[in-house]
């Protein structure tokens, strides 16, 4: 085994244990004495955990390659470390709770580090940091001024000047000795062969953070995976791979960047402050992070790390927290540091974004337009500010690709407010005997043979009008605050309408009597008026919330409206040729061609005559300011760009004349302006003999000249 930190009594327990998660039940261990039999499974425990633990650093440190994602790893630190303060006749020196980094490989020759590269301790949760700061005020008599930093989540690395010059640069190893990787840090652009400074220090070791941005990162996990060679899995583990390469011209290809975020020894410098320190940094030609803040006060400096939770994803390179520092570097002297990590800094780390769970079961769902998408029941796990129990696999390649198969132990990612995806299985956790996952021959929902287009990516099931479940989807999706709008039909009403058989498709809403839904379970006669209130309502909504109703495909609320303000009514849309579906604005061939086969499929026309003898509008009202302008009817394109206008202003001009504005030529445009630098559009209006006029004329025909 390489050498590792010495485990020290902690010499102030209360904030060791506070930063560090603390012991559950600290209140428990004076009342109850543990028996044998508990000692006995807890010491099993201990012995699982360390095993674990030490694959884990090994995979993390030497190969670069996690074996899980950094939450379950600090999970399962915590867990053996509140073990070994419950039991500490069986905490361990050679334990991985005393390991302060990794262990030095190979590799590199052996570099000793001038002082020690401690690690940080964390804290999930502002009581946390509340404590680590109360007992910081209670060591220095005082509530010291903080300065507030963001935890790359890089590759630690110490890089020494002599007389001004780049001369040595190390990874952090075991904190005490770490591994020399000066040619390749040579390569790196954000580290300067020299300081720009007149007087440099004969000796300077600065500490930062070497990182992969995310653009180089997917870069080259593309490239891998073109030459059939395993990804990265993640950015930090992308990064330093790169920097511990055996040729350094690799390392320079890998577009890695570098924040110093501090001093580990200087000779012959004087400061007082470590904002002061970083400042000196910057004027030395280093790069500091410019997204560091003071902070007067621990509030501060919790707004500091609110604000950086949930902004991080602007950012182009990856961060797992805030480092809160305390600034006076005397004060910092005062209060030292652990075995392991400084009493003056506290790590606060973000919610997680990734975590392993186990994935039950793979199933399938067919949705309202018979896509069939395979979904994973997990083992629930708090990931990215939110539980998560189900995620879905999207297609039938996406679960091949991945490669995810049932009783795996899966990474669940969940970054900001996107949805949880599953990222892979960890294949060290995945069970004997495991089998890869199956596609469905069937719908689960009515039995049908599936069909998968060539070309496409999904699996469908054809029985558009008789399938369940996609009917009872559609007619949800029909209901729905984004369609129709009847907020008083709930899912399970839904679900009873159609099993009764009261409804067949959603036009069938409308014929619905009081008698026949007071005959479903769970509505009372109030409930009934008001949903029968509600889908009368409905009756008046706009056109395109009613085309989004219709469930065609590719037209969401963006498309609708679209289409919607280029075609007065649904029969207009109806009687459009594909051709002309796509004159209007950003109306794509694919979106064209599903609207127009859409409406002309025979189900649908009978639903649209439904919709029309139940009293649905198919249209909506003409504007009055529209129908009164001098360009009513007229359609026009614009090309170029104007000097007196921006081009929504000259298209929001045409609407409000009455005109409108299409995306592209045709011979039914009324007339082209064309602006300054036109593009293809004035050869099309030419070829095609369409009037071409300039801003000036426009500006007339607007009544504006
Ligand atoms: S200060 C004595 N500042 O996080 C340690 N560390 O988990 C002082 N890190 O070992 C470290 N960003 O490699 C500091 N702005 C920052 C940091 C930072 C990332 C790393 C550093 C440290 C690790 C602890």
């Known amino acids: ?6 485990a020290k009594q902690p010499d102030r327990p209360a904030c060791r244990l506070v930063a560090s998660g603390g012991p559950p039940q600290l209140g428990s261990m004076d009342a109850v004495l543990p028996d044998s039999r508990e000692r006995a499974q807890a010491s099993l425990r201990i012995d699982e955990l360390r095993a674990l633990l030490r694959r884990a650093d090994d995979a993390y440190y030497l190969l670069d390659r996690p ?19 419950r039991y500490p006749e069986l905490a361990s020196p050679d334990s991985p709770t005393q390991r302060v980094g990794g262990r030095p490989s190979d590799l590199f020759a052996p570099v000793r580090h001038a002082a020690p590269m401690l690690s940080l301790d964390n804290a999930f949760t502002l009581e946390e940091l509340q404590a680590w700061y109360a007992r910081v005020e209670r060591e220095v008599g005082l509530a010291p001024a903080l300065f507030c930093e963001l935890k790359i989540d890089g590759l630690a690395v110490a890089l020494t000047y002599e007389q001004g010059a780049f001369a040595v640069g190390a990874t952090r190893g075991d904190g005490e000795v770490g591994e020399d990787v000066t040619a390749n840090l040579r390569r790196v652009r954000d580290v300067p062969p020299r300081l720009a400074l007149e007087a440099p220090p004969r000796r300077l070791e600065v500490r930062g953070e070497v990182y992969l941005p995310f653009a180089a990162f997917e870069e080259l996990n593309a490239e891998l995976t073109s030459q059939g060679q395993r990804p990265f899995a993640n950015p930090r583990n992308a990064g330093a791979g790169s920097l511990r390469q055996k040729d350094p011209s690799v390392t320079g290809r890998r577009k890695l960047g570098l924040w110093t975020h501090g001093i580990g020894a200087a000779e012959g410098l004087r400061l007082e402050r470590h904002s002061e320190a970083l400042g000196w940094l910057s004027r030395a030609g280093l790069p500091v992070n410019p997204s560091s803040s003071p902070a007067a006060s621990l509030e501060e400096a919790w707004a500091f790390c609110r604000r950086w939770e949930a902004g991080r994803g602007a950012l182009d390179y ?16 005062e209060l030292g540091a652990t075995a392991q990590a400084p009493r003056w800094a ?4 973000f919610a997680p974004e990734e975590r392993a ?3 039950h079961r793979i199933e399938v ?27 879905t696999l999207h297609n039938e390649d996406e679960v091949r690709r991945k490669d995810v198969r049932d009783g795996d132990t899966v990474v669940v990612r969940r970054a900001g407010e996107v949805i949880p995806e599953i990222v892979g299985p960890v294949l060290d956790l995945r069970p004997a005997g495991s089998r890869s996952w199956p596609f469905p021959a069937t719908c689960p929902s009515c039995g049908t043979a599936l069909v998968r287009a060539e070309g496409e990516a999904d699996w469908r099931c054809p029985n558009r009008t008789g399938c369940p479940s996609q009917s009872v989807e559609w007619l949800f999706h029909f209901a729905s605050r984004g369609a129709m709008d009847i907020d008083k039909l709930g899912y399970q009403t839904g679900l009873a309408l159609l099993e009764r058989g009261l409804v067949r498709d959603p036009a069938d809403l409308y014929f619905l009597t009081d008698r026949q839904l007071a005959s479903l379970p769970g509505l009372g006669p109030r409930s009934v008026r008001a949903l029968l209130d509600a889908i009368e309502r409905s009756k008046d909504r706009p056109l395109w919330r009613l085309l989004v109703a219709l469930n065609l495909r590719h037209v969401g609320p963006g498309v609708a409206r679209k289409l919607a303000a280029a075609f007065p009514s649904l029969d207009a849309l109806a009687s459009a040729s594909a051709e002309e579906l796509r004159a209007a604005e950003s109306i794509g061939p694919e979106i064209a061609r599903s609207v127009h086969g859409g409406l002309r499929e025979p189900s649908m026309q009978a639903l649209v005559e439904k919709l029309r003898r139940a009293g649905v509008r198919l249209r909506d009202p003409l504007p009055e300011r529209a129908a009164a302008g001098p360009l009513q009817g007229m359609r026009v394109v614009l090309t170029g760009a104007l000097q007196s206008m921006s081009r929504e202003e000259a298209e929001r001009a045409a609407q409000q004349a009455g005109g409108f504005v299409a995306s592209s030529v045709s011979k039914r445009t009324s007339f082209v302006v064309a602006g300054e630098g036109p593009g293809s559009k004035l050869a099309k209006a030419r070829a095609l003999g369409v009037e071409v006029i300039d801003e000036r004329e426009y500006l007339r025909r607007l009544g504006r000249g």
Not at 67 to 85: C, G, K, S, T
Not at 318 to 331: M, N, Q
Not at 346 to 349: C, F, M, S, V
Not at 365 to 382: I, N, Q, Y
């Open 1 to 6: 085994k390489g050498p590792i930190v010495p």
């Open 67 to 85: 074996m899980m994602p950094d939450a379950d790893y600090d999970a399962r630190i915590r867990e053996l470390r509140a073990l070994e303060v």
């Open 318 to 333: 990856a961060i797992d927290g805030v480092v809160l520092k305390v600034d006076g570097l005397r004060l910092r002297e």
């Open 346 to 349: 506290i790590a606060y780390k």
């Open 357 to 359: 769970t186990l994935l």
């Open 365 to 391: 769902h067919t949705g309202r337009s018979g896509k069939v998408t395979p979904f994973a029941f997990l083992e629930p796990v708090s990931v990215g500010g939110a539980t998560v129990s189900l995620a």
